[in-house]
């Protein structure tokens, strides 16, 4: 990789800002500690961007096309698209995650790289996908290890590793389903996000659960703030899947971010055709931690990280007070009067992108009169179902005699009696 994208992965760790640590006191709830992270300052203009999730609603379109690696996004917007690595995509055909963060340009149709993560469906051809939530943490870090190593998830061990997965934190699914985990768990991780609650203006943050860190970076509060509940899920699920009772010393999270920058010296590029190609993917990391990166015009878009810190954990009971120490710390009058003026630009920022959200919206074309208006998809589909049949059409008419006879002396061919 270039010295300059090095940098450019660098300087953001190095220059982030950590926030108070968020946590249960009592550990009852989950040991897991969420640290919220901050750009050292804010520009004034909000980003030219969506996430995924926001531009389906606006009216881009993913479409199964047969292929287990690949789906088809059609955008129309006028604006870029981020498809990010933890997104999962669901619909009435087999179940894909993006494989790598990357790119979908203005008014413009791509194959985004995927995976299959549902190994005992048939893929359905031309069928949308019409919802996307987060893989958890577990996979997608395996994932980022086979691109760093090969430079792609090979899809036979993407699948093993699934399977493992299932095994491991007890949950059957027919289909082999990676989904299965996150709906089981949905009621348990909306009640452990209510310990964590959004910060105005932030960018990042990193999720401490057991030994493991979890590390989410954006360029933009925007795009933060829009994916925020799905990064949660893709951490949390970890610590109502394993439920550890040890804790990482806040000093850890300042040694991730630090390790960051020498680990992308030898990272690896990802490239897919059809993709923003002002925009570059690696995938990079050392013997502790894997991570991928997307960078756009020299700035950072999407940092995803992972690391083991195996060894450095102590029981909650002992490490408790130093996450108290830590909160304290973040609490002076200094602090409160630069978070003071961060909300107050982020919510002018929020308020210009909000209203460029409500023009898209404004703008996108209504379905003809005669077409009927499309179904609401269910809040938890199953995903064992088939696929859904498509309306009724027209059936086609039988030929009168008259041109039946006629056809048949055009082809030479002998009519069979008629009964």
């Not at 970076?217 to 949660?232: A, C, K, N, S, T």
């Not at 570059?280 to 991928?292: I, K, N």
């Amino acid at each position: 990789m270039s010295q300059s994208l090095a940098a450019v992965i660098a300087r953001a760790c190095e220059r982030v800002v950590v926030g108070p640590p968020a946590f249960d006191p009592s550990g009852q709830a989950t040991t897991a500690v969420v640290y919220p992270l901050f750009a050292p300052e804010l520009t004034p203009d909000p980003p030219d961007l969506l996430t995924l999730d926001e531009a389906r609603r606006l009216g881009l379109s993913l479409l199964d096309v047969g292929l287990v690696d690949r789906i088809e996004a059609d955008n129309p917007l006028p604006v870029t698209v981020l498809a990010g690595e933890s997104d999962l995509l669901l619909g009435a055909t087999q179940a894909r995650a993006v494989e790598f963060s990357c790119l979908v340009p203005a008014s413009r149709r791509a194959m985004l790289p995927v995976c299959c993560v549902e190994e005992g469906r048939a893929v359905h051809h031309q069928v949308p996908f019409d919802r996307v939530d987060a893989a958890p943490w577990r996979t997608r870090s395996f994932r980022l290890q086979e691109l760093t190593h090969r430079g792609e998830a090979r899809q036979p061990w993407v699948w093993d590793s699934i399977r493992t997965y299932l095994s491991t934190v007890g949950v059957q699914s027919e289909t082999q389903d990676l989904h299965a985990v996150m709906e089981l768990s949905d009621r348990a991780l909306a009640d452990l996000s209510a310990w964590f609650p959004l910060r105005a203006g932030q960018v990042g943050v990193v999720c401490s659960v057991g030994a493991e860190l979890f590390l989410e970076l954006y360029g933009d509060p925007e795009i933060f703030e829009d994916r925020y509940p799905q990064v949660l899920r893709s951490a949390l699920v970890e610590a109502t899947t394993t439920r550890p009772t040890q804790v990482l010393p806040p000093a850890a999270i300042r040694a991730f971010l630090e390790q960051l920058g020498p680990a992308c010296r030898h990272a690896r590029r990802l490239e897919r055709r059809s993709l923003k190609q002002s925009s570059q993917t690696v995938a990079f990391g050392d013997a502790t931690l894997v991570a991928s990166a997307l960078i756009a015009d020299g700035e950072l878009v999407h940092l995803a990280a992972h690391r083991r810190c195996l060894g450095q954990t102590r029981p909650w009971a002992d490490g408790v007070g130093d996450l108290v120490v830590a909160g304290a710390a973040c609490a002076g009058a200094a602090n409160a009067s630069r978070e003071a003026a961060r909300r107050e630009q982020y919510a002018r920022r929020r308020a210009r992108y909000e209203a460029l959200k409500s023009r898209l919206a404004a703008a996108r074309p209504t379905p003809a009169a005669s077409s009927p208006p499309a179904a609401a998809p269910a809040a938890s589909p199953p995903r064992r179902a088939a696929a859904a049949s498509s309306p009724s059409q027209t059936e086609a008419a039988p030929l009168s005699p008259r041109l039946h006879r006629l056809l048949v002396g055009l082809l030479g061919t002998r009519p069979s009696p008629r009964r």
